[in-house]
């Protein structure tokens, strides 16, 4: 399947759990970020195209705000091939405030690599 990214993601070395806001049940976590979406790596498998509204926990150094809420839509879900208790799941952000994008692109800045 071809590459459909107009943007590439970069890795994130840190643990930044993501829960469904919704429920309050945790999705996985965080492991890498573009401006236009997020990978999460989760224990179970998400259904394709249903949106979400996302809580990404922030660790301490990004500001004063514990999480930023944000919706977006699951792209794709895939199985991890060495570890088949494992999914990646690839989410495009389609909704977030200002200042939670603010938020997010330092995030991006001070983990992406």
Avoid at 12 to 26: A, K, S, W
Avoid at 27 to 49: A, D, F, W
Avoid at 69 to 80: E, G, P
Wanted: proline content about 7%; overall charge negative.
């Amino acid at each position: 399947m071809p590459e459909q990214r107009t943007t590439p993601r970069k890795k994130i070395p840190v643990y930044m759990r993501v829960l469904n806001d919704d429920t309050q049940d945790i999705l996985g976590h965080m492991v890498e970020v573009s401006m236009e979406g997020l990978r999460l790596e989760t224990t179970h498998e998400l259904p394709i195209n249903k949106d979400y509204y996302l809580r990404l926990e922030l660790t301490p150094d990004i500001g004063s705000i514990p999480y930023i809420v944000f919706a977006a839509r699951s792209k794709w879900c895939k199985m991890d091939i060495i570890l088949p208790n494992l999914f990646h799941v690839g989410f495009q952000i389609i909704e977030i405030l200002p200042e939670d994008k603010d938020v997010f692109a330092l995030v991006l800045q001070k983990y992406g690599s």
